[in-house]
């Protein structure tokens, strides 16, 4: 897909344009709303696979789209739902809800050198401390978790649904490098 270097005026412009969008900003402002909408325009104007990752515990993207539910296996949203609204998509539209727990598990899986280390980290009391009472875990595993996707080269675009507050998400810092580097030396020491 080629990606234009101009200024987006379209919402179309701006899906072909980022390969990442974040919809951030304080309570209930629309986010939620607005990543769905973007998602679901791009799937349906253009030849695109799009994933909306809502990183909000709140299940309200679910409802936004229409679907029962969903959670950290990217699912994809049926073409029904577009064709009973009367369009034909152009492209796909996938969604999925981090499951903090679950990232983390994954993440280990990923990185540890083989799976003894894994099982003995995932049964780590401090390991499960850190990953499920510490406050900011969830922000850290989000950001992997949008990397890991990113990297992969699944998808053409990734929509982001944010919770309401401060994160790394309003920040400067670049979902590339930091957060895995940092892991794999924690699983190789
Ligand atoms: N452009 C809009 N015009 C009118 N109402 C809207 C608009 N966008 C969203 N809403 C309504 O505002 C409410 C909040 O929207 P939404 O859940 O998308 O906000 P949010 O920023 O994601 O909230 P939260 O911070 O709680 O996650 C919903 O009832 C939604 O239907
Ligand atoms: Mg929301």
Partial sequence: ????????????QLCMAK???ISTGSGGVGKTTTAAAIGAVAAANLD????????????????????????????????????????????????????TKASWDELIGLHAPDAETRDAILANPLYQNITGKFVQSHDYVAMERLYEIHAS?????????????????????????????????CCAG
């Fill in 1 to 12: 897909m080629s990606r234009a270097t101009s200024r987006a005026r379209t919402l179309e």
């Fill in 19 to 21: 390969e990442v969008v």
């Fill in 48 to 99: 695109v696979k799009v994933l909306v990752l809502t990183v909000d515990p709140a299940r309200r993207l679910a409802s936004a789209l229409g679907l029962e539910r969903f959670g950290n296996t990217e699912v994809e949203v049926p073409a029904e739902a577009f064709t009973d609204a009367g369009v034909e998509p152009e492209g796909e539209l996938w969604v999925a809800m981090l499951d």
């Fill in 153 to 185: 080269g699944r998808y053409d675009l990734i929509v982001v649904d944010t919770p309401p507050r401060a994160t790394p998400w309003t920040s400067s810092t670049h979902p590339r490098g930091w957060p895995t580097s940092s892991l794999r030396g």
